[in-house]
T-cell receptor, first 117, second 112 residues
Framework: AQKVTQAQTEISVVEKEDVTLDCVYE???????LFWYKQPPSGELVFLIR??????QNEISGRYSWNFQKSTSSFNFTITASQVVDSAVYFC??????????????FGKGTKLSVKP | GAVVSQHPSRVICKSGTSVKIECRSL??????MFWYRQFPKQSLMLMAT?????????EQGVEKDKFLINHASLTLSTLTVTSAHPEDSSFYIC????????FGPGTRLTVL
């Protein structure tokens, strides 16, 4: 069965701390896509990253980095030197079987990150 | 980048009335649009997949007669919540597919 688990419901850190958001997934597909989205209080989903199952290289984008480990079915997201503007709910998502990067997405329950000044 | 808009952003209605939510892809054509529902502090749950010119495909447990979806053009899909009840109060988000999914800003529906 397809499933995305974000075990951390809420995380609270102080500004400038590093924080890692965990994501563990289950899929029967050999080809699949993983995503991270940010949902600020305004509600709009902001796309952060897409990673296909054949690309296990870690990705860094500014203060954001992602660690994809197929062996443990994890796709963790780290924010370095967190800022108050990073406060949001972060969702990890998995593409449905056969849908490729464009198919329906299965979302985890989200992790609410609060960054305090 | 690809932009998806939703209208209205917020709506309050009385129980028993119908509410229409529009989802538009502003700078691209989308053959497929998705409608999601999000309850407070919960994840997004797919309600239906809408393909231009054909009937929508509803997820299990979603009443197609209650949540009417029309995808009349490549840039517009509408979701109509018919005979709304307080339990339909939720945050409705659409997305449009253009190589990947782009999400609208959401519509917060409150049924009194």
């Amino acid at each position: 069965a397809q499933k995305v688990t974000q075990a951390q419901t809420e995380i609270s850190v102080v500004e400038k701390e590093d924080v890692t958001l965990d994501c563990v997934y289950e899929t029967r597909d050999t080809t699949y896509y993983l995503f991270w989205y940010k949902q600020p209080p305004s509600g709009e989903l902001v796309f952060l990253i897409r990673r296909n199952s054949f690309d296990e290289q870690n990705e860094i984008s500014g203060r954001y980095s992602w660690n994809f480990q197929k062996s443990t079915s994890s796709f963790n997201f780290t924010i370095t030197a967190s800022q108050v503007v990073d406060s949001a709910v972060y969702f990890c998502a998995l593409s449905e079987p056969g849908g490729g990067s464009q198919g329906n997405l299965i979302f985890g329950k989200g992790t609410k990150l609060s960054v305090k000044p | 980048g690809a932009v998806v808009s939703q209208h209205p952003s917020r709506v309050i209605c009385k129980s028993g009335t119908s509410v229409k939510i529009e989802c538009r892809s502003l700078d691209f054509q989308a053959t497929t649009m998705f409608w999601y529902r999000q309850f407070p502090k919960q994840s997004l749950m797919l309600m239906a997949t809408s393909n231009e010119g054909s009937k929508a495909t509803y997820e299990q447990g979603v009443e197609k007669d209650k949540f009417l979806i029309n995808h009349a053009s490549l840039t517009l899909s509408t979701l109509t919540v018919t005979s709304a009840h307080p339990e339909d109060s939720s945050f409705y988000i659409c997305s449009a597919r253009y190589y990947e999914q782009f999400f609208g800003p959401g519509t917060r529906l409150t049924v009194l």
